[in-house]
């Protein structure tokens, strides 16, 4: 076998494997330095399978030699690898610019099993992306899950411990779902690959416990993907995390969990459950608008910066199930864009956020008065960034919004009021974004610290190459677009092998 | 077939019963041990469906280390539960429902133990028919987990080791302040205890070999390097009550279970690397040696190894991060 034919295992192992021998370092800069190295490598992993799929299609794996579905194969279409480019870049750019940002919140003895911890965050998520066997994607989900929680209370302020609590008891249910679910699958067919459950169950649909699973599989992984009102762990867990894990995470991890909800839904029960899809778009569609009209209100009246981000995540997740809620080619392709689009402008966003705490001390609205204009690049990064998030035209939240707006109309008669509620919460998103804005550009500065002083340059040039590729997406999305089509073709014919 | 099933129905009913009275317990301490009864009571389920493997885990890992850890654990937090009422409403709603919507689907589910029921029908004969002339050991159980599914065990693998970190980060004297070793009271563990010092002096040598046989024997019967780590620690553990923390300490350091931890998942890791390197897959155990049966046994040898490296190492760890803090 070439390197070539290894490179979906690769995806995981390289970051896996780099822990055990992080966490035996002892020195917090090795650590990092070993880190970013190993994320950069997946990285270039990772670019490597996404050219690999877009030019020879679906690649396959089977792990230990073994076929599926007696052994565990891996499956990685355009879906899986835009996740893994999501997961890598963004690991990549919440290390290289949240050096600084990291060596104040973790001390120096602790920072080698932190970075540990992290190296296992982004092998587990790279693992549920590059899966194909639904046990196999538990097994990573709780790799990943504990080591996001690892991340969390890894930060300065000690309400980090009390959001991780609550946020590892809801992921712990959410995972426990998941598995009673795959548990019912496996009872009824008798297998766990994903392609093989797929005709497996054609024998036995309609039977109470395969419909029960899918009940149990979906709300478990809305929980993992904090689909409105589940997602009562987020704001606190984004608020309280160090920064830069806030860059890490907000950027891929809800992600992950909605990936699998699509995988699962699409490619396993969508030809085999009658009125499956119904069910999904009556389940979904609901909670997903009430998602992005609350969230987006709330954010408007948050008095600190990362949970306002936050809650402005919780109504982003809530574009990407209404799209995926359609049930629809154009909406998956809309789903699967906005995943990607809205990565690249939280993690900017947050990234602008770690650079701002780093001068200010704190992310609370009323110490970043006047912020904009003691740092005037990264704010401008911040603006770019908040734009594309808005969804102006030129930028990559223009396209992505343009593609579900696009979707909702095919949708049929509610397809109206779905673009209404997306237009209206645009303009809340304006809100929520200028009351910040405004005043780090017209606020007074607290006492005693009105000096101009931005961050080390490589940090903003870091900053804004972040902000930067917002606009190129906006402009050439050629690559995202080519990875959702491909992508949704795959799920919707089913099985990939 | 009647007896196994009232013994079942009685076993699952004290079942339920003490998951109710771990919940009802307000009392730490009673909430700590009455988990423990709840996971020996789960081991002798799993050992009645014949999951033989599993049922040790649970009684090793479950009822006993989880035991320990919990009350180390409890050593720094107040002896009863803080009383807040107000989220109750929404759990106790949640689990009702859900147990009503599993009940529902039990009625839908295929007789236990019926050979015509879809898992026995698909993959399980292929694993019975082909594991003698595949893997070619006697335990099939052993031959899923670590060849068929390995891929899944080394995540397994993974989680304990990410555990240790998530411990060791949160607990490790991190904040400013430097290891202690124990306070006067751990000292001389419970040296004064005549009848408990020698019975675990006695015991201690027959678990560390128990733990030995249950590591390389696991090819044969039920066990592996889950089992074997759970009882290594719970010998190692003993040693520390009896024998004072530091003690234990000075026969194991904390540097050494560190190395012990990662050395184990990476040792994992590094049998399936050699895979690819010998032109097959990730943990193909079958290009390691000229023979792919002499492969896979060698394979599966060094892989249980490395799990019952990192379980020790990790389960140690924990112990003492929780022992060595007031």
Redesign the interface.
Known sequence: MTLSDHLPVLQVIVPLLAAPLVILLRNGFLAWLASLLTSLCALGLGSQLTATVLAHGPQHYHVGGWAPPFGISLSVDAFSALLVLLISGASCLALAGGRLSLRRDIDNRRAPMFYGAWLIAVAGLSGIAVAGDAFNVFVFMEISSLATYILIAGGRDRRALSAVFKYLIIGTIGATFYLIGVGFIYMMTGTLNFDDMAVRLEGVIETRPVVIAAGFITIGLALKAAIFPLHVWLPRAYTYAPNAVTVFIAACSTKVALYVLLRFNFAVFHGNLLGHSELFSAFVIPLALSGILIASLVAVYQTNLKKLLAFSSVAQVGYIALAAGLTSASGLLAAMLHMFNHALAKGSLFLCVAAFALVSGDTSLKRLQGIGRRMPWTMGAFVIAGLSLIGVPGTAGFISKWYLIVAALEFGQVGFLLVAAIVVSSLMAVAYLWHFVEGAYYGTPPAGESSPMEVSLPLRCLIWVAALSNIFFGLFPQLPLALARSGTSALLQGGLY | MITSLLIGIFLLSLLVVTALAIVRASDLFSAVMLSGIYSLLMALNFFLLDAADVALTEAAVGAGVATVLQLAALRMAPATEARHRRARGLAVA?VVV?TL??I???????TLGDPQ????????P??IE?TPELVDIPNIVSAVLA??????TL??V??V???G??V???L?????KPFRGLDSQGEDGLQEHLILKVVARILIPFILLFGFFIQFHGEYSPGGGFQAGALLVAGLILYALIRGERRALAVIPPRVL??L???G??LY??V??A??LL?????????LASDSIAGQHLGILVIELGVGMTVTGVLLSIFHAFAARD
Do not use: C
């Open positions: 949640v859900s919507l599993m529902y689907a039990s009625f839908g589910q295929p029921a879809p898992p026995q029908q698909h993959v399980a292929w694993y082909k060849s068929f599914r390995g891929y899944d995540g397994e993974f989680v080791l990410t555990a970190i998530g060791m980060f949160l490790g004297g991190g904040r400013g560190l190395w931890s990662a050395g998942a990476f890791g590094s399936g690397v895979g690819m032109g097959g897959e990730f943990l193909n155990y079958s290009v």
